[in-house]
């Protein structure tokens, strides 16, 4: 079975702050990938990265950067130097190659940035 | 602009009446998913549909129902045999494949009561 699990159930920072939001997986599958989604208040998930099993580079984007440890099956998200906008609701989620084509998704984090 | 519709953004019914969800798409994805969000928790799938005619069960699709008649449009209907209805939908599309990812549209939020 596959899950994931986001143990920070809710994280309040003020702007400016750096914040790291956890995501741990389990898979039995070899190959896999692992997506991050925003949720913002309007409700609409947006689609933020991919990244599959055997690329474990981290990357940047702007503010935003991922860590991927598959030693620890971990896919850890920060956002550098916070901003109100960022507030929302963050899922990390993964996706097998066997079975169904669906994504299993973690309970969320929400996020609040304070001016 | 291409995208996701999902209409109406609210919806409001009585019990035991059926209700059907509509989305559409202009991605020309192949894929299309519906999910269901209850509050304080994450997504599950309801129904998925790889191609058009043919569709199949997700975690959850019981008291549910789809139709894939078209590649632009994956209709679900919530049944009166769904026993805790009220909840935000989400439909997705992707390009099909489990390296892609998937856009979802603004999402429906139904209550009954």
């Known amino acids: 079975a596959q899950k994931v699990t986001q143990a920070q159930t809710e994280i309040s920072v003020v702007e400016k702050e750096d914040v790291t939001l956890d995501c741990v997986y389990e898979?039995?599958?070899?190959?896999?990938?692992l997506f991050w989604y925003k949720q913002p208040p309007s409700g609409e998930l947006v689609f933020l990265i991919r990244?599959?099993?055997?690329?474990?580079q981290n990357e940047i984007s702007g503010r935003y950067s991922w860590n991927f440890q598959k030693s620890t099956s971990s896919f850890n998200f920060t956002i550098t130097a916070s901003q109100v906008v960022d507030s929302a609701v963050y899922f990390c989620?993964?996706?097998?190659?066997?079975?169904?084509?669906?994504?299993?998704f973690g309970q969320g984090t929400r996020l609040t940035i304070n001016p | 602009d291409g995208g996701i519709t999902q209409s109406p953004k609210y919806l409001f019914r009585k019990e035991g009446q059926n209700v059907t969800l509509s989305c559409e798409q202009n991605?020309?994805?192949?894929?299309m998913y519906w999910y269901r969000q209850d509050p304080g928790q994450g997504l599950r799938l309801i129904y998925y549909?790889?191609?058009?005619?043919?569709?199949q069960k997700g975690d959850i699709a019981e008291g549910y129902s789809v139709s894939r008649e078209k590649k632009e449009s994956f209709p679900l209907t919530v049944t009166s045999a769904q026993k805790n209805p009220t909840a935000f939908y989400l439909c997705?599309?992707?390009?099909?494949?489990?390296?892609?990812?998937?856009?979802f549209g603004p999402g429906t939020r139904l209550t009954v009561t």
């Open positions: 997705a599309s992707g390009s099909g494949g489990s390296s892609n990812e998937q856009y």
């Open positions: 898979t039995r599958d070899t190959t896999y990938y």
């Open positions: 990244r599959n099993s055997f690329d474990e």
């Open positions: 989620a993964l996706r097998g190659i066997q079975g169904a084509q669906k994504l299993v």
């Open positions: 991605l020309n994805h192949d894929a």
């Open positions: 549909s790889q191609i058009v005619n043919d569709f």
